[in-house]
């Protein structure tokens, strides 16, 4: 098993002949074995769990040398009271912790799909109405000008706050969920138990939030363009791009973690299930 961490890098750090060779490294290494990414340490646990456990379930399937597969290696819990309730938690406990924590994360990620569509509407408006201000032929509408593009940092300072508002909400609701779900996965492989039936509903419940976490990556991806192509016209909006980009960075870091452990989790589910 062999992880790479995902993090946000400033292009100008960025060398291409670096870049390249990690890129034919994984490329490699994809072939040989499991290969993952992470954007925390917290999300290198969680998913190191799930991957521990199919290995487990896998030896256990084909076989092995020794009497009994090895037991799954204890990892370092993730220090929060919700990771330490989990340990005392039985499966039916845990399939509910995960499933409330996966509604929790839809609402999130829908709620804020919604809205940064709505402001790449907004936005679009006040470009509409600085266009129109035809400042090339009118220098004297600057002032007018200034009150436009503030207004639409103003409408951009209180998405931004929106964001970070959610982002804790949505790492929690995550890290509970899938911590959850591989917890749960694990009670199964390690004591043999049937739970056919709430394993499909783990299945479902990951197959519903999958096209969510995924539609508002790409939402973030896009409204992003946005703010990127916004000019750099006052000290205020200039500020309000670089603070909504840095949180907008965090966030898009939360849901493309959420939504790899989304994929192993259920792959890991339909192994248990198909044998």
């Known amino acids: 098993m062999f992880y790479f961490k995902h993090e946000p890098i400033a292009p100008a750090k960025i060398d291409a002949q670096q870049l390249a060779a990690v890129q034919n490294f994984r490329a490699i290494l994809q072939t040989k074995g499991i290969l993952g990414s992470f954007g925390s340490l917290d999300d290198f646990l969680r998913l190191v769990r799930v991957h521990l456990t199919r290995q487990v379930f896998g030896w256990g399937r084909h076989g092995s040398k020794s009497p009994s597969p090895p037991s ?88 931004a706050d929106q964001l970070q508002a959610n982002l804790q909400p949505f790492r929690n609701a995550s890290h509970e969920g899938f911590e959850s779900m591989g917890k749960a996965a694990q009670i199964v492989v390690e004591f043999g138990q049937d739970r056919s039936s709430e394993i499909r509903g783990n299945l479902a419940a990951l197959g519903d939030i999958k096209p969510v976490l995924a539609r508002t990556a790409e939402s973030i991806a896009a409204f992003r363009d946005t703010v990127v192509t916004l000019p750099r016209a006052t000290t205020r909006l200039n500020h309000t791009k670089r603070r909504t980009g840095q949180i907008l960075d965090a966030l898009e870091q939360e849901v493309r973690s959420a939504l790899s452990l989304a994929e192993e989790t259920e792959k890991l589910l339909e192994d248990i299930l198909r044998h």
């Open 72 to 159: 799954i290696p204890t990892l370092a819990p993730v220090v929060s009271p919700a990771s330490k309730n989990l340990e005392d938690e039985g499966f039916l406990d845990l399939v509910e912790r995960g499933t409330s924590s996966f509604g929790i994360l839809a609402e999130i990620g829908q709620r804020l799909a919604h809205e940064m569509k709505e402001l790449t509407a907004n936005v679009e408006a006040y470009a509409q109405e600085l266009t129109a201000l035809d400042l090339s032929h009118h220098p004297e509408r600057t002032g007018d000008a200034k009150r436009v593009i503030n207004g639409a940092a103003q409408r951009m300072e209180y998405f």
